[in-house]
């Protein structure tokens, strides 16, 4: 069981809080599981809209399928006083959905229904779900927040059998996954030319196809122009419905991490928060944007509110983590990055914990966490060298462990130049540092306005190539950290 921070936790959870669980596909059909995973987040996109109601992420929940912890064990952990279950079983046109509301201290049924519908009929459940548990957790709606309630994004069942499919392979994160989930998108506005959410599905799919440097790989473009279709998708998506957060959220990363317009992401964010305050992706794109901006203040209260929503998403506890370093804040740094370790085996959060033991003094622990690193590197230059790393540490200290990364970087076939300029400045070599960094400004990858906020890079700031290089990027006026 892991541990969730005071930070992150009251004393009494939120009377009018909630986590929906993965509903049990009960079609016999592994290849249905997309459709019932579909639902949950159905019911979830009306949920976000009751402003008063805290609503943990999907991403956060789907550990709970097929678990032995009771529902008084996983409400603690997901600090929430509510469950929502169910199941899901579809048969070619027909469809069978349970739900049950409980009460998480008490055990008690709050409410449960079970719906035989036609397929064309699930639109009208998932409102019919979300409306019920709104009411059963007595949360006032507005005016605004009934009329979003009540909204469905198509009423072509073709089309949202399409975007469900879209969602659930983009979830996965990898290449195909980009790939495939662009490719049902497409299929969902084709087959519901007005569908907003299937848009901004598509938006999204481009958006990471395009910050991930996959472009070439699955487009067969260039990253600029994936980025732009992206703009495109988002911008239709908005046409047709104005208060949709999701493509307000999309449209607002491309902005700060493709076009460098830090004051309309700015707005784009906030509107998104505004329309739906429990999207986790929205609060973890502003606190990116704030942390670049280094308004550290306003990034931590976002990314907190990102980990309060999932707190089992090990991407935003390594964002959290990030954000403590920047602050100098190395031993909640290192908690973060315990707790992402926890939830993933990515070796990224080993990076975590070999800057943090430097911070922190403990040098051996660092280079523990650095052999792990080496070990598991995808470059087997790298993975061979690993074996020399304590021999090195144990002849020169730390510093000679610098300037060894150092040469150990540029030996390889493609050197990555952050990781350079990074290695350059610990052994006081800013002039070579600034080459690598303009070499890699002169590419425009997605994550360069991060080197505002680097610490890593703060020896750099007075220089002036280093402060040329923030002009272009139009963030001359962003220096001082709030």
Not at 287 to 305: F, G, H, M, Y
Not at 352 to 360: A, E, M, S, T
């Amino acid at each position: 069981m892991i541990f969730i921070p005071k930070l992150f936790r009251s004393s009494e959870q939120p009377e009018k809080s909630i986590a929906v669980l993965p509903f049990t596909n009960l079609s016999n059909d592994p290849d249905q599981e997309y459709f019932s995973d579909g639902i949950v987040e159905a019911i979830l996109n009306h949920l976000y809209k009751v402003g008063e109601l805290k609503v943990i992420s999907s991403t956060s929940t789907k550990r709970y399928k097929n678990t032995q912890l009771s529902i008084k064990e996983i409400a603690r952990e997901l600090d929430v006083s509510s469950i929502l279950e169910g199941s899901v079983q579809k048969i070619g046109n027909n469809v069978r959905i349970t739900a049950q509301l409980i009460e998480a201290k008490t055990d008690l049924h709050l409410w449960s229904e079970t719906y035989d519908k036609d397929i064309s009929d699930i639109f009208s459940i998932q409102t019919e779900v979300a409306q019920n548990v709104a009411r059963e957790l007595k949360a006032t709606l507005t005016s605004g927040e009934e009329k979003q309630i009540k909204k469905n994004q198509t009423v072509n069942p073709d089309a949202y059998n399409l975007y469900l499919q879209g969602r659930f392979y983009l979830e996965k994160r990898t290449k195909e996954g980009f790939r495939k989930g662009a490719e049902y998108f497409e299929k969902a506005v084709a087959s519901d030319p007005d569908y907003a959410l299937a848009y901004a599905g598509l938006a999204d799919a481009y958006f990471l196809i395009a910050w991930y440097g996959l472009s070439k790989d699955i487009m067969q473009l260039q990253t600029s122009e994936v980025y732009s279709k992206s703009k495109e998708f988002a911008y239709q998506a908005l046409r047709i419905d104005k208060n949709l957060a999701e493509a307000h959220t999309v449209l607002g990363g491309i902005l700060y991490w493709n076009e460098w317009k830090w004051e309309e992401a700015r707005k784009e964010l906030k509107i998104a928060i505004e329309l739906n305050p429990n999207l986790v992706t929205a609060h973890s794109y502003y606190s990116e944007l704030l942390d670049i901006l280094r308004e550290n203040s306003e990034a931590r209260r976002q990314v907190n509110l990102a980990v309060e929503l999932a707190p089992f998403f090990p991407m935003m506890r390594n964002l959290s983590a990030g954000f403590y370093y920047h602050e100098g804040k190395f031993k909640e740094s290192l908690f973060e990055d315990l707790k992402a370790l926890e939830l993933t085996s990515d070796t990224i959060i080993h990076w975590g914990f070999f800057y943090n033991y430097i911070g922190l003094g403990e040098d051996l622990k660092a280079v523990a966490a650095l052999e792990k690193i080496l070990q598991q590197h995808s470059d087997t230059l790298v993975a061979k060298n690993a074996k020399y790393l304590k021999e090195v540490y144990l002849k020169s200290g730390i510093n000679g462990l610098w300037n060894w990364l150092l040469e150990l970087e540029l030996k390889r076939s493609t050197p990555n130049p952050v990781s350079l300029a990074k290695r350059y400045t610990k052994v006081g070599k800013k002039e070579e540092a600034l080459f690598w960094l303009e070499k890699y400004f002169d590419t425009h990858p997605s994550d360069l306005p991060r080197i505002n906020n680097d610490p890593e890079l703060e020896i750099l700031r007075s220089e002036p190539r280093f402060q040329a290089m923030l002009k272009k990027m139009g963030l001359s006026d962003y220096q001082t950290p709030k």
